[in-house]
């Protein structure tokens, strides 16, 4: 019975819908500003897997393309937030996202 | 149990495993390594989809680069201590966010099984003889040429910025060594004693120096100073 399932193109679409899903709420209800950065990675990754299934399904390479331009823009991403955050917790060691006013100046 | 189906189920395991770890883990330690997890699983389930050049980025790219990035900053700003995630600053917070994850669910549900897989067919596949690799670069450098060289403006664009959000502020709370001045004294008078150790010679002709003068004192300060 089990041995009859295909895995479709669908199952990956689902997957990378859930794993979007999951770093959407993560994003609203954490307030860590590293955890959210966390989850925003999380967004990133579920598209690029959704990208990847398209390209095999039409037989398109620019899926692919698509997926090299998503990492290196979510690695400048990093660069800069990471450089955000650690100019912000470093004034409070306990800001949360709610305290990024405090860079204000 | 064919191989693509276990290979499928165990990385998306991992994949949803690792997604719920970041969301819930308390300390953001906990939450980085979970996102490893995430990262690998979807690698996995690279190469299962023949993007095996896309599949070693990721790896190198995610895992060793910008989760260590995260980990470095943990540990350099000393912020991996527990949050509390029992306290809900904004009320309803929750709620909302839950009813909004499940929007963006059903519409992608929606979308997903909107399509109908007949619109584009069983996977085909790429041809096999031509390895992904080849076929990313052609299309990075005939189609996407553009964007490629736009990507180089942005990664500069980048670099730049990190520095400078990095470097700001930091003049006033330089601190070299407190208390100097207070013990400036102690200070000279050990670089006194660090010289003579390394150069004994050169205090012996001082000391006979001094011995000449001895008769008449009005010499002594100006040959100190010599010397």
Not at chain 1, 59 to 84: K, M, N, P, R, Y
Not at chain 2, 2 to 25: D, K, P, R, Y
Not at chain 2, 162 to 185: K, M, N, T
Request: aromatic share 8%; hydrophobic share 55%.
């Amino acid at each position: 019975m089990i041995a009859a399932l295909d895995v479709t193109p669908g199952w990956y679409l689902v997957l990378g819908s859930l794993l979007f899903s999951i770093g959407a709420f993560g994003l609203l209800v954490r307030r860590n500003p590293l955890v959210m950065f966390m989850c925003v990675e999380l967004m990133l990754n579920a598209v690029t897997l959704t990208f990847v299934t398209f390209s095999r399904m039409l037989e398109d390479t620019g899926g692919q393309s698509v997926v090299v331009f998503v990492l290196v823009v979510a690695a400048a991403e990093v660069v800069v937030g990471l450089a955000i955050i650690v100019a912000l917790l470093h004034k409070r060691p306990d800001a949360t996202a709610d305290d990024v006013a405090l860079l204000e100046g | 149990m064919s191989v693509e189906l276990f290979v499928f189920v165990v990385a998306a395991a991992a994949c949803l495993a690792g997604a719920v770890g970041v969301v819930a883990s308390r300390n953001p330690v906990h939450a980085a390594l979970s996102l490893v997890g995430t990262l690998f699983g979807i690698a996995v389930l690279f190469v299962a989809e023949s993007a095996n050049f896309l599949a070693a980025v990721q790896v190198i790219v995610y895992a060793g680069a910008i989760v260590v990035l995260f980990l470095f900053v943990i540990m350099l700003l000393g912020v991996d201590r527990a949050d509390d995630l029992e306290v809900e600053p904004l009320v309803g917070q929750r709620v909302a966010a839950v009813f909004v994850a499940l929007g963006i669910l059903g519409l992608t549900f929606a979308a997903i099984a909107s399509t109908g897989y007949e619109a584009t067919g069983a996977v085909v596949g790429f041809d096999a003889d031509v390895p992904d690799i080849n076929r990313l670069g052609q299309s990075l450098f005939t189609d996407f040429l553009f964007a490629f060289e736009i990507t180089s403006i942005l990664l500069v664009i980048a670099v730049v910025g990190a520095v400078l959000l990095a470097r700001r502020g930091r003049r006033e709370d330089e601190i070299i060594d407190p208390g100097q001045e207070e013990r400036a004294e102690e200070i000279a008078e050990r670089m006194l004693l660090a010289e003579y150790r390394a150069h004994p010679e050169e205090f012996y002709e001082y000391e006979a120096d001094e011995a000449d003068a001895e008769g008449d004192g009005a010499d002594d300060a100006s040959e100190e100073v010599r010397t």
